[in-house]
């Protein structure tokens, strides 16, 4: 009985919008006293950001531990993939940070700041949709990398000779693309090969209307396809809580108030 009622102000306590505003507070704070820590401060301010930073590796611990109890046993916090997320983010910064291993400490106190996305529902969501969208990405890639293939097999046979350094062979003409891919001074590279081939100009822009346009778009739409997807079950899954049966107080209630009224009809009849 007492391990319910704990459970179930554990519960009240982990939804709270309070709670839930000071945890995200907290993980503000962590990623400013990592971020300190690569500055050159007074021994002073030092010794206070280690005091800090020790009490907010326990903060994190206990609001863990709140979770836990508050969920319905250990298969049940563990069946979320954020809960996991934020276990291994949680027990990372458990690693003590003193002499060789302060590095790899603070390396790993750093990633607490992404604690931010399984906190705040909106970065959840994106993460999601970016995670679902990565088979119908991959695919995308795989055709742009066959393209890119294509594109640095020509490169290299037709400007080898011209610059061997930035078509040498497909590999490195494959580096070239993903520059000219990104305009980085690609200009610079289509004028040298014009020299030579004028009508070289119809190789880079058709790869950067292929790279940068269609298939940079339908990335962007396979992303927004999933994320509306997300949107919309987010939505449907916050209509079935506002839908949740009536508690029984509620129910009691009620019976209270339809008894109260078949008395009221008998008296009248």
């Known amino acids: 009985m007492m391990l319910s009622q704990l459970q179930e102000l ?7 919008k309070v709670f ?20 050159s401060l007074h021994p002073t301010v030092e010794l206070a950001l280690h005091w800090m930073d020790m009490g907010i590796t326990v903060f994190f611990l206990v609001e863990l531990v709140i979770r836990f109890i508050a969920s319905r046993g250990f298969k ?3 069946s979320k993939g954020w809960n996991i997320f934020d276990f291994i983010i949680v027990v990372g ?9 302060i590095f790899i400490a603070r390396l790993l106190r750093i990633f607490r700041v992404l604690r931010l996305v399984s906190m705040i529902p909106e970065l959840r969501l994106l993460v999601n949709s970016l995670l679902k969208a990565i088979p119908q990405m991959g695919y995308i890639a795989l055709l742009m990398f066959v393209i890119f293939y294509i594109y640095a097999a020509m490169g290299s046979m037709l400007f080898a000779d011209i610059n061997p350094v930035l078509w040498g062979d497909v ?4 580096l070239t693309l993903f520059r000219i891919a990104t305009f980085e001074d ?9 020299a030579v081939y004028e009508l070289s100009w119809i190789f880079y822009l058709t790869f950067i209307f292929l790279t940068a ?4 778009n339908m990335m962007v739409g396979a ?10 079950n987010a939505r449907e899954e916050q209509i079935n809580d506002d839908d949740l049966p009536a508690t029984k107080g509620q129910i009691t209630q009620l019976q209270a108030e339809v008894a109260e009224l078949k008395k009221l009809l008998k008296e009248k009849q």
Do not use: N
């Open 223 to 232: 992303i927004l396809e999933v994320m509306s997807e997300e949107h919309r």
């Open 93 to 101: 910064s458990l690693y003590p940070a003193a002499g060789s291993t």
């Open 20 to 39: 839930q505003s000071f945890v995200i507070a907290v993980i503000v704070i962590s990623a400013l006293t990592v971020g300190a820590h690569t500055y």
């Open 186 to 194: 690609w200009t610079d590279v289509m004028y040298e090969t014009m």
């Open 10 to 16: 554990f519960q009240r306590i982990d939804k709270s």
């Open 171 to 174: 590999s490195i003409s494959m």
């Open 76 to 78: 049940d916090f563990f």
């Open 213 to 216: 346009f269609v298939f940079l």
